[in-house]
């Protein structure tokens, strides 16, 4: 008779591991369904704003206001956002290869899966399109990020090539943060003079970090810290994707001229919509104004104030505050301002 051998249970870590991919897998379910949520969520907390908090009147912008309108205010004001959340994903989850390869899962890492999902040519447009759309005081921790990713993604991939990995690990590096130092070296020095720390330290403290972190970090405290990183980022970006896109202009502001020629009265406001009958107004202090349309004398297209700079340092004549689409898109030229629209334009 053959010998009965009783069966051998499976290993308790073996469940444990199969609770943990489900548990993540549910998470990100639950992320790429509640993502379509969130542009909404801005764009309903905006108007609300806008309205000054009062129902009828947000009532009434939903009514009037356009869609595409909103949806392309709301595309302008975050479109940095996008490469910013890629390729810090990204880079996290190369780093998390490096450093504890045996813990890099893509179903149970956000990182992971960001970095094991997404190709090169991503990467490159996400790059590209933050070098346009970010601040000059932001492109040194972007050179930072790029040269962090492309050293940790080679050694990735090429561990057995000890000539790439000097290369992208320590010559790159290198030559990076020589090259921002000597452009960004006077600009930090007026930074200093100028008492703005916190510009000075953008400029200068990314380059150095790039000789740094070109490596991976102890492979026991690597998985804690990309968790934290990944859940400091995921609640910094929305709060900041919320205050700026609150922000944003949504109506033309206008200067509307009603009444007989004595009196008239000029409203200052922004423009919902223009009916048969009714120009409708949101006025500054918050009401709405219904104006018919024969007593309208005049109407005039008020330009958008100029936000003031708030730093004086600027990088070979580049303001820091300013981004290469500024320089590059055409403005538009700088007239005599209508009269009319004196109430809301900054006093000189």
């Not at 479109?79 to 959340?85: D, H, M, T």
């Not at 609150?246 to 008239?264: C, F, H, K, M």
């Not at 219904?290 to 109407?299: A, I, M, S, T, W």
């Amino acid at each position: 008779m053959g010998e009965v051998r009783a069966a051998v249970p499976a290993p308790v870590t073996t469940g444990v591991v199969i609770r943990r991919r489900s548990g993540a897998r549910q998470a990100q379910q639950w992320l790429l369904t509640l993502l379509p949520a969130f542009p909404v969520l801005l764009l309903v907390l905006r108007l609300w704003r806008l309205s000054r908090q009062d129902m009828s009147t947000m009532l009434l912008l939903v009514q009037y206001v356009s869609p595409l309108g909103l949806l392309s205010a709301l595309l302008i004001a975050l479109v940095w956002a996008v490469p910013l959340v890629v390729l810090v994903l990204a880079a996290l989850g190369e780093l998390l290869q490096a450093s504890a390869p045996d813990r890099f899962d893509p179903e149970r890492s956000l990182a992971a899966y960001a970095s094991s999902r997404t190709p090169d040519w991503v990467l490159v447009v996400a790059g590209a399109l933050a070098a346009l759309t970010w601040q000059l005081r932001f492109l040194p921790a972007l050179v930072m990020v790029l040269v962090w990713l492309v050293a940790l993604r080679a050694r990735n991939r090429f561990p057995d090539r000890p000539r790439v990995l000097v290369a992208t690990g320590l010559v790159l590096p290198v030559v990076v943060a020589a090259a921002c130092s000597a452009w960004l070296g006077p600009a930090v020095g007026a930074a200093l003079r100028h008492r703005e720390f916190a510009t000075a330290a953008l400029l200068a403290l990314p380059p150095a970090g790039a000789l740094v972190l070109t490596g991976p970090v102890p492979a026991r405290a690597a998985p804690a810290l990309i968790r934290a990183l990944t859940y400091t980022a995921g609640a910094l970006v929305p709060v900041l994707m919320g205050v700026i896109f609150l922000r944003v202009p949504l109506l033309p502001a206008v200067a509307v001229v009603v009444g007989e020629p004595t009196p008239r009265e000029v409203v200052l406001g922004e423009a919902v919509t223009v009916t048969d009958k009714m120009t409708i107004v949101l006025a500054r202090a918050g009401e709405i104004r219904f104006l018919p349309n024969d007593e309208v004398r005049g109407q005039a297209l008020c330009p958008t104030a100029d936000r003031m700079p708030a730093s004086r340092v600027t990088v070979a004549g580049w303001p820091v505050e300013e981004t290469a689409l500024d320089w590059m898109m055409p403005r538009r030229p700088v007239g005599v301002p209508d009269p009319r629209c004196a109430g809301l334009l900054p006093i000189p």
